[in-house]
């Protein structure tokens, strides 16, 4: 992978995420893409043991590109600019390996997370694939500049983009969009798995809305399992205060090769499919999210 423009030329790197918004919000409801950014940072490449495209598999790639017309149904779109691999926004922010770095982690980092232990922590040891992602340790000072830089711009973007909705509507439905590698047997057949932190981060009813759209254009669809929703799920969702958050997985067989991580030509049906569904959610009667 080569460098970027702003990379070679030594200019500022790009934001770390990008906020379409709608005209009007006329929906009580946010999109927000943390896995999908495609910007790798020259450091990154240059301590990697993996080709660009190993390390691409672990995006969800294109997922803010099948979920680009909810600015134009009337609700604002968050798709972070970063790669996961690099700094996950879908973790604590703090959620570090220990054997990734070159000395002592500071004792209020959280080490012993499963997601930790599995080597997918806010700093990924692994690639979704399970290849080790660095040929050298990191240093703490590292983690901390990917998270101050990276991390919290995107969740303080986040976090103002619900406030915004539940002020102007007095709740918010976020919607975490993500996508899933194929062949995982836990999965099954599912095509789409929707994640409510069974039934604790979103009124079941919004997740049954979501559910029903997608079953109606012949979708196969499973909710929590085994995706019941990461850390923007079960952090953000807190139905008595009037927000909502549920995750949807999507099956990447659908509409990309998964080896070169390219778009398949069904992709722009599958785009459509989805602004079918944003369609709909943008017709229904949201008001039994008030608290």
Sequence with gaps: MELSPRERDGRPPDPPFVITRPVRQT???VFASPHSGRNYPADLLLSSRLSAVALRRSEDGFVEELFGEAPGLGAPLLAATFPRVYCDANREAWELDPTMFDG?????VNTASPRVGAGLGTIARIT???EPVYDRRLSFAEASERIER???PYHGALTELIAETRARFGYCLLVDCHSMPSGIPAAGRAEFILGDAHGTACAPRATRVVEEALIALGRRVRRNDPYAGGYVTRHYGRPREGV???QIEISRALYMDERRVAPLPSMHAVRNEITAVLRHLAETDWSFLRP
């Design 244 to 246: 909502h958050a549920l």
């Design 27 to 29: 929906m009580p409801l």
């Design 128 to 130: 979704g694939t399970g």
């Design 150 to 152: 990276l991390w919290r």
């Design 104 to 108: 002592p982690l500071p004792e209020w």
